[in-house]
C-alpha cells in the first residue's frame, strides 16, 4: 500500500513527466535542450570536471565547489542568477552534491547564505536557497533558515579588496538558534568571491555553537592575486 510519502513522490514524477513533455528542459550550461532527467545536455557533460576544487572563505573555512567560475559554468550561473531560472537549481545542486558527498561526511541540516528582504522582493528568488533545499532533500536531511540579513550592503565585487572585510560586518544574524548548537552545517552560496560573505556566515553559526561548519558553492571565482589559491579536490 503506497504511504503518503510515496503518493506524493508519483505526483511529483508525474508532473515532472508532463512538463518535460511541453516544456522539455533546458541545459543551464548552454540554454538549448535537453532530454528529461538529465542535468546537463551531452556536449555540456563531457565538460564538466571529474573532480572539484577548493579554496578557504575568511576565517579558515574551507569551501568546495565543481566548477570555477568561468565559461559554460559562469553562464549557468548567471542564468540561474540573473536571468529569472530558478528552476536551473535543480541541474546545478547535482554536482555540488558530488563534491559534497565526497568531501564532507556526518552533515546534519543544509542552510543558506541569505537574501536581503529588499533583493529577494526584486529577484523573486534567493538562488542560494533553492540550491541548498535540493541538496537538503537529495541528502534526506533537514534544510534550515538559519541566518538572516538585517543590511542591505553593497556587493562585494563592487568593494576594493581593503573594504570587503568592513562590508559586511554587521550584516548578517543567527536565527533558530536553538537548532544549531552541537550540529554540523552545509552553508550553501551560488559562488565564492573573495570569501568575507561566507566567513561571517559561517562564524555567526558557529557563535551558535554548531560544530562544524562546511562550505559549498556552484563556482569559485579564479582571485586577482596569487596570495589567494584554488585547489583541486583530490579523491
Known amino acids: 500500500m503506497l504511504t503518503i510519502t510515496g503518493i506524493k513522490e508519483c505526483f511529483e514524477w508525474l508532473i515532472q513527466i508532463l512538463l518535460a513533455v511541453f516544456y522539455p528542459p ?19 557533460t563531457r565538460k564538466i570536471p571529474l573532480s572539484g576544487f577548493w579554496s578557504v572563505a575568511f576565517g579558515g573555512y574551507r569551501c568546495i565547489a565543481p566548477f570555477i567560475y568561468e565559461g559554460i559554468f559562469k553562464d ?13 537549481a535543480r541541474f546545478l545542486a547535482e554536482p555540488m552534491l558530488y563534491v559534497v558527498s565526497r568531501q564532507y561526511a556526518n552533515i546534519d541540516l543544509v542552510t543558506c547564505v541569505p537574501l ?3 533583493n529577494l522582493k526584486e529577484r523573486g528568488y534567493n538562488q542560494s536557497k533553492l540550491l541548498a533545499k535540493r541538496i537538503a532533500k537529495r541528502m534526506g536531511i533537514p534544510y534550515l533558515d538559519a541566518l538572516k540579513k538585517i543590511k ?25 538558534k536553538e537548532n544549531l548548537y552541537n550540529k554540523n552545517i552545509l552553508l550553501c552560496d551560488d559562488i565564492l568571491t ?5 566567513g561571517v556566515c559561517a562564524e555567526k553559526l558557529r557563535e551558535c555553537g ?10 569559485i571565482v579564479i582571485p586577482d592575486t596569487g596570495a589567494d589559491i584554488i585547489y583541486e579536490v583530490h579523491e
Not at 549557468?76 to 536551473?88: E, I, L, T, Y
Not at 573573495?194 to 561566507?198: E, I, M, Q, R, V
Not at 554548531?210 to 563556482?219: D, E, G, S, Y
Request: aromatic share 12%; with cysteine.
Open 26 to 44: 533546458i541545459c543551464p550550461y548552454c540554454n538549448s535542450f535537453m532530454k528529461p532527467n538529465r542535468y546537463a545536455c551531452r556536449d555540456c
Open 76 to 88: 549557468a550561473v548567471h542564468r540561474f542568477k540573473f536571468g529569472n531560472k530558478p528552476q536551473f
Open 116 to 118: 536581503h528582504e529588499k
Open 152 to 176: 542591505n550592503n553593497q556587493l562585494q565585487h563592487y568593494q576594493l579588496k581593503s573594504e570587503r572585510e568592513n562590508n559586511v560586518k554587521n550584516v548578517y544574524i543567527a536565527i533558530n
Open 194 to 198: 573573495t570569501g568575507h560573505t561566507l
Open 210 to 219: 554548531a560544530k562544524k561548519v562546511f562550505c559549498v558553492t556552484v563556482c
